[in-house]
Nanobody, 114 residues
Framework: QVQLVESGGGLVQAGGSLRLSCAAS????????MGWYRQAPGKQRDLVAH???????YYADSVKGRFTISRDNAENTVYLQMNSLKPEDTAVYYC????????WGQGTQVTVSS
């Protein structure tokens, strides 16, 4: 069955960096669009970035220039490099398979202290 397992979250000071990883299995990873969403306490889940099978990317305005999404099709893994982190980036980050059927990982907590 489809599995998406995130890792790399944690506590970091403002201005710091983290790299999230999402190990995928159970589907043909290389042909699917993959993405990251985040959900802060009391807020809706928002799209952060996504990447297509051709490497095309999209970023939310709030993270442009700070976050980079990438993928390694040989390792069935998608990454989110997060630099210049801000307290407002604090959220649970979810890996998502955006091709139908949409599938979600369990999430990983990112906390940015001021």
């Amino acid at each position: 069955q489809v599995q998406l397992v995130e890792s790399g979250g944690g506590l970091v000071q403002a201005g710091g960096s983290l790299r999230l990883s999402c190990a995928a299995s159970g589907f043909t990873f290389r042909i699917d669009r993959m993405g990251w969403y985040r959900q802060a306490p009391g807020k809706q889940r928002d799209l952060v970035a996504h990447i297509g099978s051709d490497g095309s990317t999209y970023y939310a305005d709030s993270v442009k220039g700070r976050f980079t999404i990438s993928r390694d099709n040989a390792e069935n893994t998608v990454y989110l490099q997060m630099n210049s982190l801000k307290p407002e980036d604090t959220a649970v980050y979810y890996c998502v398979r955006l091709s139908l059927p949409v599938q979600w990982g369990q999430g990983t907590q990112v906390t940015v202290s001021s």
